[in-house]
Structures are given as C-alpha cells and as structure tokens.
C-alpha cells in the first residue's frame, strides 16, 4: 500500500537554484495539500487543490507554485530558493474537504545554503 | 481566530505508567478533531476523528475523547513503541478551507 508517496526524500540547493518536488497518491483522493514543518512552528499549509483542475493558497505561498498534474500526481515548485525555504515539506491527500481525515507521505527534506 | 494548543509539549513516562495528552481549540463550527501520530523522519500517521462532543475512539492503548472545547488523548500503560510526537488539528472555514496543527507533544515512554 503506498499512500502518498513524495520525491525526492533530500535535497540540498543553493540559493536562487529552482526545484520541484513530486507528489503522488494512489487512494483516489479528490483533494491534496502541500505544507512545510519548521520547528516550533508546526505544519502549516502552503498550496491545496481540492479537486483536479484547480489550485488555491494556503497560510505560506509566497516563493512557490504548485500544479495538479491530475488527479494523482501534485507538484510543488520553488522557483527561486532563499535559505529561509530551508524545511521538510510533506504531501497530504483527503477524499473531500479539510473535514477529512488527511493522509501524509514521508516528506521532502530539502535544505538551502 | 482559531487555534490549536497542545499540553505538555514534551512528556515522559516509564513502560506502563499512563497519562493524558492534552489538545484545547477555538474554532467556530466544529466540524472535526483529528489525531495524528509522527514517528521521527515521518509523515503524520492518522490515528482518529471525533466529530462530536461526547464521542470516544480507541485503538489498542490509546483512546481519543471530545467536549466542547478541547480533547484528549489517554494513553494506557504505554509502551516504549508508543513513543513518538502526537498532533491534533482542526478544519478551519476562515479564508480558505484548511486543518489548523498544533506543535504536538513529544511523548518519550522508557523502559
């Protein structure tokens, strides 16, 4: 049973380098997330896609965009890297709406100097 | 504004000894309580939903209840295996449709 699964597991950029991160679901959910955990913050949501097609933001989207790709695959995309991006980023997915249990994958440690 | 606090932050327990983790919320319009355990280096691991004060859920040692404003989690006789960081988060409705986290209570349990 996969899940969530996200790609890649590390990664280290340097500043101003662009990356995207994968994200793909085997559950049939309709809706997926996109947060970032940074410690004593806690996990904070940057993008969601409620449904394919369609993309909103969340609490933090400033210095990235995402794309539903389908109704699998969910990408994440920092086109400029600052060091202040460094996080671990984990992909959710639900059936419906926030009133739905959510489902993570492992996370993308990601790291820039 | 709606929020999610959790207590302790941290505890510590010895093989067998139980407690009660605590997560307290202000939001308008409860529409769920969710539980999530996190291991080191993983993501969340959904545990429970309590939609309705009153509601209880259980699952092995641990049982998740629900009032009006805040739930617990009861921990019974735990085990070194049971350690790990526990999350609770609410739905949110203000601006965008989302799950409200808490910074979670890091639960060492020793032998």
């Known amino acids: ?113 | 504004e709606d929020q999610v606090t959790q207590s302790p932050e941290a505890l510590r327990l010895q093989e067998g000894e139980s407690s009660s983790l605590n997560c307290s919320y202000t939001v308008s319009g409860l529409r769920g309580l969710f539980w999530y355990r996190q291991d080191p280096g993983k993501g969340p691991e959904f545990l429970f939903t309590l939609y309705s004060a009153g509601e209880e859920k259980e699952k092995e040692r641990l049982k998740a209840t629900l009032t009006k404003k805040e739930s617990f989690l009861h921990i019974t006789a735990p085990k070194p295996e049971d350690s790990a960081t526990y999350l609770c988060a609410v739905p949110t409705r203000r601006g965008y449709n989302k799950l409200i986290f808490g910074a979670g209570t890091r639960l060492a349990v020793h032998p």
């Open chain 1, 1 to 113: 049973n996969a899940g969530v699964t996200q790609t890649p597991k590390f990664q280290v950029l340097k500043t101003g380098q662009s990356m995207t991160l994968q994200c793909a679901q085997d559950m049939n959910h309709n809706s997926m997330y996109w947060y970032r955990q940074d410690p004593g913050m806690g996990l904070r949501l940057i993008y969601y896609s409620a449904s394919e097609g369609t993309t909103d933001k969340g609490e933090v989207p400033n210095g990235y965009n995402v794309s539903r790709l389908n109704k699998r695959e969910f990408s994440l995309r920092l086109e400029s890297a600052a060091p202040s991006q460094t996080s671990v980023y984990f992909c959710a997915s639900s059936v419906g709406d926030a009133d739905q249990p959510q489902h993570f994958g492992d996370g993308t440690r990601l790291s820039i100097l």
